[in-house]
């Protein structure tokens, strides 16, 4: 089986590409997908729609054009990521999280000790919890060769 990884979560550090790479390393039977990772881009991706002055329309509107992506894909996927970094609040990677959790689809969380307590829902519903890029490779290494 050829597995489809949706990768949700914090932009602002490596940890998608340190995925791709240890997944890449072991030769795994793993695809990724993710939503847009550009923060300019997917902040102005319902631009094209209508010019917006208020932030609020703004944000809404753009974040129903990315719903289509991020949306298709969690549906798509077998299995997800979802990381929380410690420097912004994730609210779309918990919104993504709850998304997976009803429709039945396994996730891991990434995440630091220190975020424990805010994410025990999420931590809750999650099938594993990481603390780094390379335990995540080891447990797709185990779930798609054992």
Known sequence: MHWTVYLSGEIHSDWREQLEAGVKELNLPVSFTSAVTNH???DAAGDLLMENENAFWRDHQSSKVNAIRTKSLIEMCDIA???FGDKY?????AFDAGQLAALGKPYIT?????IIHPLKEVDG???AWAKTPAQVVEILKYVTTA
Do not use: T, Y
């Open 110 to 114: 990434l995440h630091d000790e220190k």
């Open 89 to 93: 609040k994730q609210w779309n990677a």
């Open 40 to 42: 300019e881009a997917s």
């Open 81 to 83: 990521v979802v990381r």
């Open 125 to 127: 519903a999650a099938m």
